[in-house]
Each structure stands twice: as C-alpha cells, then as structure tokens.
C-alpha cells in the first residue's frame, strides 16, 4: 500500500514537472534540436557537395583537399571541433575587434552561439554528406552520362538534368543515416549554449535535482526524433527511386 | 516505305556536294595501343555504311572519335563541311579548341547506343524531350507532339510514361532510337544498336534502322548484322586492326570479298 502511494506520489511529481513546469521549454527545445539540424544538414549539403566534387576532380590537387577535408572532420572527435568554432571563434572574433580598436581591451566579443554551433555541426556533416554523394554519383550508370555529352549537353546541363538527380535518388538512404548522427550530434552544442533540448533537460535536472526524470525523457524525445525520420526517409527513398521500382 | 524515297536514298551525290560527314586521317592510341592507324571516312546526305570489323578492330573508337566521346589524337573531323577544331593539349594531345562548338555538332550528330543509355529516372517521353527542350531550345509543347508522334512510329506509344528500367531491351532500343530522331539530327550514329539485345527482340530494332534508312537518313552503322549489311547498307566498310580494309557496295562486297580478310570476317561469321 506503501509503495503504491509512493508511486503515485513519484508520477503526480513527474507530471507537475514535466507538464506545469518544464514541459514548454522541452518542447521548445525540440524546436531548437530540429532547427540546429535542420540548419546544420543544409551547411553539410553545401559544403559535402562541394567536398564530394573535390574528391572527383581529375586534379590532384582538389582531390587532395577534399580528401583531407573528410579525414580530418570525420577523423576528430565533434565536440573538439565545436570547441575549436565556439571558443576558437569568440577569440578570433574579439582580435580583430580589439585590434581595429571597436572594443575596449579587456571586453570580449562572443561567437553567436547559433553561428558557431551549427557551423561546427554542419561542417561535420558535411564530411559524412560528401562521401554519401560521392558514392551516389560512382553508381550512376557511366552510360548515362554519355548520353548527356553525346547529345550535345553542357556541363550544367549535365548536372542539372542528369548528375543532379540521379545522386539525390541514390543518396536518400545515406542521408537519412547523416541526419540521425546530426540530431545527435546537436546534442553537443549544448555547451555553447543553445538552449536545445540537451541542454534545456540538462537544467531541467539541476535545478530539480531530478536527473533520472529530465535525461530519461529527454532520451525517450531523440529516440522518438530518429525514430520519425527513418519512415519519413523511407517514403522519400521510395518516392526518388519510383523509376527503378515494378510499376503499379 | 515508299519506294521513291529508297530510291532516292541511293542516288549518288554530285561529287561537288559538301559530305554530311568527313573524317580524315584519324589516329587514335590507347596507351601503346594504336587503336585507329589513320582512318578515312565520307558520308553523304542518304548514305548508309556499315562499319563492320572483329572486336578490337576500332570500329567503335572511330564513331566515338567523331562525335568526340573519346579525343581522337589527330586528323580532321567535318560535320556539313565544319570542321571541329581542335588546339594542342596536355601530354602532346590535341583536345577540342571550343567546347562550345563540339556541344553544338554533337547535338547534329545523335547516338544510338549498345546499351541503351536512356536515362533512367525520366520517363521515356522526358528522355525525349530533354535535349531537345534544353540543348536545341525548342519549345516544350512542340517537342512533346513530335516527341508522341516518333513513339507511335517505333511502336511503343503505349509506354510513353514508362521508365526505362521497366521496359524490355527491344524497347528501351527503339525509345533509344526515336530520342535520337527528335534531336531532327544530320547523321545518325549507331554503335552496335542490336548487341546487347535477346536474339528475338533484334528483329524490331533492326525493322525501324530499315525503315530510317528507306527515308533517307544519314547513318553511320557499327554493326555485327551482316544481313543489315548486306541488304539495307549503301556502303560497306570493313575495319581490320585499325585500318581501312576494304570498303564498297554491299552486294558486291558479300559476293565477292575483295580481301582475304574480310573473306574470313564473314566467313568466320556464316559459321
């Protein structure tokens, strides 16, 4: 009977912390989760295309850049790098302030938290994206892109109406997998201050010295972000790859 | 088809007339290999030639060379009397001087490959419409109607909203073909159309090449059909280890090699 009335007592607890007093500023923080990713996986397709093209060049040279480019971003552990953005950044910043003497010597200039986080994020990201896009464009089929030349197709062109989107067809699997590591990886720019959802449970469980509560909902709200996406990305797989499917 | 135009098809051109295609002299290696040991090539408005050799003959790289799918290492190429210029490359290769022109001249020149090559995640009218559309800048609704109406005449109209994937390689070789016909090209090229097919669906692509060549198409034919050859051709010529064996009229050809080797080519082949 005890333990009952305890129980009880532990989830009515649950419910007026979760509901009447953090439940809105989680929610918010799934809003800033989403945003941080969402953001980041934009940065990532920018820069990974561009990588992925690198890697492809026939100069040696790019080639070489490209490469570095990913074995140095998929090489480092991410929360050194979002370090090295947020408080490399907030240093750089507050040089060039100084030295062009806008601030006073002992003021800072701070990274925008943001900026800095869904820099450092998309960056990482884009060291996954360019190698799901360099793979998707080595299986296109060679023929095709023939095609293209012999028809009198411009480079653009080419890209435009053949590279394009056949590599977006072949690369939604693999980025699906790249936007679930980035919703993780979200997680740390907690420490530049983000209020997201990392950080938000993470002052949700100091200021009520309930951690067991805060970090397992929290886990239960990344696991149910991931979880979502996968038949999102699957629809879409099955949208983009109509062409190869048995017709209805 | 009518018989007015097989016959004009045959009609020898006053030899003043500029050639639809002209290849001179053309070299092309691979690493050490001599692929193309200067090859020379005419084409007029109507002419069909069969070029025919064993595998590693070079046949491919010479249709390749022309419309600048490989580089040829020298010698001229000429489409309507233009010559596609080249400048002095890398490594001592001569590559195309304005990219721009070779776009233009291979938009003339349309590719029928072995394999097909449609693209496969555009529905078989969108592999019609694309280059013409973007390259030729024709107007869209325009290019779609012709577009209906070549599907109509190589058979498959019914599945114009077919991707490539799902149609048999019969098929996909006729869309190939009638993609070729909307780009309204000077010279057509064929590289082994009928190669990669199952024997029974050879017959289909081979009734449409005919009916092409009774209207009086321009082509270029590398083939291993020696019955296309022989009956539908107006020229044979005959590659052997990147050399111009022999080169003539068909039946005359057939009937009497004019070389040892192309004796054994078709007698190897009758086997």
Known sequence: MEFFSSLLEQMSTAYDLLVAGWGVQLLWGIGWTLAVTTVSMVIGAVLGSLVAAAKLSHLGRLRFLGESYTTVFRGEPELLIIYLFYYGGTQVLTGVARSTGSIGPTDIVNMPSFLGGVLAVGIISGAYQAEVFRGSFLAIHRGELEAARAYGM????RFRLVIMPQVLRLAVPGLGNVWQLTIKDSALISVTGVAELMLTANKAARSTHHSLLFYTVAGILYLVMTSISTPIFDRAERYTSRSFLRPK | MSASLAAAANVEPSPEATPAISVKEMRKCFGDHEVLKGISLE????????????????????????????TPDSGEVRVGGELIRMKPGQGGHQTPADIRQVERIRADLAMVFQSFNL???????ENLVAAPVHVLKRPRAECLEQAEALLKRVGIWERRNYYPPHMSGGQQQRAAIARALAMNPKVMLFDEPTSALDPELVGEVLRVMRSLAEEGRTMLVVTHEMGFARDVSSKVMFLHKGEVDSLGEPKEMFARPPTQQFKQFITNFNK
């Open chain 2, 43 to 70: 084409a007029h408005k109507g002419d069909v030639i069969s070029i025919l050799g064993s595998s590693g003959s070079g046949k491919s790289t010479l249709l390749r060379c022309i419309n600048l799918l490989e």
């Open chain 2, 119 to 125: 693209w496969s995640h555009m529905t078989v009218l």
């Open chain 1, 154 to 157: 411009s480079a653009w062109l």
